[in-house]
């Protein structure tokens, strides 16, 4: 992986943290706790995987996954065979069906990779929650208000 596109995935990270309906922006550099960072940190290593949507060779969307291990792992943790998904699309793009296209393409990218599902964390009170529902998505465990989701590819399962 190119520095360049560490800039372009720090970008999306920082816009995946949900923020609530009236609450301030969060400062940049957010992402640099170790528990956020930990999403794009050395990205590039072996089962990462990400797709991005572009206008004019501009990003306005990112979708990415990552395998975790107990020792270093995201909000969404189910296992270590169970990739977890982090996306993002910048505001002014939003419902426009980018996130079904990027979240449909990496589906089908998992699919053929021969995952046999798909795990990600969400606040439950984030619009994006019934966009994941609506999308094959499922509740698999509640902390607090944030939501572990799991979808299963290929109709199998390994929790």
């Not at 990600?120 to 994006?128: G, Q």
Request: glycine share 8%.
């Amino acid at each position: 992986m190119h520095d360049s596109e560490y800039s372009i995935l720090e970008e999306m990270l920082y816009n995946a943290i949900f923020i609530p309906p009236g609450t301030a922006k969060l400062p940049f550099g957010i992402i640099r706790n170790p528990e956020i960072y930990v999403y794009i940190k050395n990205f590039g290593k072996a089962g990462d995987y990400c797709l991005v949507a572009d206008i004019n060779d501009r990003i306005i969307g990112a979708i990415w996954t990552r395998e975790f291990y107990d020792a270093e792992k995201g909000f969404g943790f189910v296992n270590t065979e169970t990739p977890e998904l982090s996306m993002s699309v910048l505001e002014r793009y939003r419902n426009k069906g980018v996130g079904t296209k990027l979240l449909l393409s990496m589906i089908r990218l998992l699919t053929e990779l021969d995952y046999k599902q798909v795990s990600l964390s969400v606040d439950r009170m984030n619009y994006a929650y019934d966009f994941y529902r609506k999308l094959g998505f499922e509740d698999y465990k509640c902390v607090e208000g944030s939501v572990t989701m799991l979808r299963k590819l290929n109709g199998k399962t390994s929790s």
